[in-house]
């Protein structure tokens, strides 16, 4: 049954250096503050697992939280580039990453087979790319039944999923709404899970094509307001694209970032 508990309480218990952390989101319902809050506490060695890291996962490269980083898609939505995640890459600032690639479809297929209780996910995608000649964990399959050609990927199983919604109820069950992305699969298949929400409510109501998560498959719930901007949280707030624009510009700069990180994230 989940716990609920303050936000800073559930990353020292749960996030713990060297393991495997996904913080999902779609655009939509990003857990920032959570990822913020890693960075608080100065996690290391961290493998970062999402299928879009964004600004969020630009800022704990950037802060040494990261060792390797799973993923299928990076960048500053409709801006451009993430120039802390290339300056790790390109010149192993403040440290190297690794990095291992897939595609949407297949990331999606290894959260799906974790959260299945499947050893790997079979695909048709990556027939004619590179990908499997640069991602050891992409592998070619022959079907026992038709002998068609396909693609197996190991089930992602995180450390930790951390993901955000709008709400809870004082049992700890969560409901989201919007756009919901990989986010239940990625508790689903997780060793550990937080949720943080923009509030507690009595009880939830019943809302059309909702995703609500039980609170017995959850670890930790924690309210923080305002957790996802600067994405945002349908029905709460909407998405700051000026902070997505002004980003390009402070992250493009070492200093400028450092400077950035400590008046917004580290003394906040």
Known sequence: MAEIVPLSQAIAELVH????????????LIPFGAGHEIIRQRRRDLTLIRMTPDLIYDQMIGMGCAR???????????VGSLHRFRDAVERCWPGPLEIEEHSHAGMANRYQAGASGLPFAVLRGYQGTDLPSVTPNIKPIVCPFTGERLTAVPALNPDVAIVHAQRADTDGNVQMWGITGIQKEAVLSARRSLVTVEEIVPELDARPGAVVLPSWVITCVSVVPGGSRPSYALGYYERDNDAYVRWDAVSRDRDAFLSWMNRNVLEA
């Not at 250096?17 to 939509?28: K, N, P, Q, R």
């Open 17 to 28: 250096d060297g393991d495997s952390v996904a913080l999902e989101g779609f655009t939509h």
């Open 68 to 78: 390797q980083l799973v993923f299928s898609w990076g960048g500053n939505p409709g």
